[in-house]
């Protein structure tokens, strides 16, 4: 059995322009995508993966989100195109954040490759671990426990919106245990909790 595909293409020279495009074009979501981005670089070292490029496709996969005023049918499309096009992104970035939106490109843009079936599986974890931080009284990552997210996780009354099924996909995907996966998540948010706000 051949190694996992584990990147389309390498593209972490854009890191400094992906900070950019945070800076310009995100206001509510940039938690959420500076936690996603620290996430993917970890995976990527734990995978053997490139570490830029995987943390680029964190940054960026909801770059669009803000602007769209939250219209899921827009999400990925022409507006993500347009913005990608100011940093000449190469077409496997705009496939690998596609991914991630399974249910809308699945089909053509799989998940293929480590990157994205990496990205799929932490883009609702990250959200889902910043609103656990948020209920605790230090309201800071610091003290967040994997038990702490994993209870919440079980607790289908909070945040009701985060698809579970997608973070344990983990599980089948990656081949790696909820709590080990949310273990690496959680670490590697607390590293850039600072840039957080938490």
Not at 72 to 92: M, N, R, V, Y
Not at 94 to 101: E, N, P, S, T, V
Not at 138 to 152: A, H, I, N, Y
Request: proline share 3%.
């Amino acid at each position: 059995m051949s190694a996992p595909l584990l990147e389309h293409a390498s593209y972490g020279h854009l890191l400094p322009s992906a900070h950019g495009l945070l800076k310009a074009h995100t206001d509510q979501t940039k938690a959420h995508l500076l936690a996603t981005g620290a996430a993917m670089a970890a995976f990527a070292k734990r995978f053997g993966g490139n570490e830029q490029t995987w943390r680029v496709a964190g940054m960026l996969h909801d770059l669009d989100w803000d602007h769209l005023d939250k219209d899921a049918e827009e999400h990925c499309g022409k507006t993500l195109e347009q913005l990608l096009s100011t940093i000449d992104a190469p077409a496997e970035l705009l496939g690998d954040i596609r991914a991630h939106y399974a249910t809308k490109y699945g089909a053509q843009y799989p998940l293929d490759s480590m990157l994205r079936k990496t990205l799929y599986c932490v883009d609702e974890l990250t959200g889902f671990i910043i609103a656990v931080a948020l209920v605790r009284p230090s309201k800071s990552l610091r003290d967040t426990e994997v038990k702490s997210v994993m209870k919440k996780l079980k607790d289908k009354a909070f945040a009701a919106q985060v698809d579970r099924a997608q973070i344990r996909a983990c599980e089948e995907l990656l081949e790696m245990p909820l709590d080990a996966f949310v273990g690496v998540t959680l670490n590697a948010m607390k590293e850039v909790a600072d840039q957080l706000g938490l």
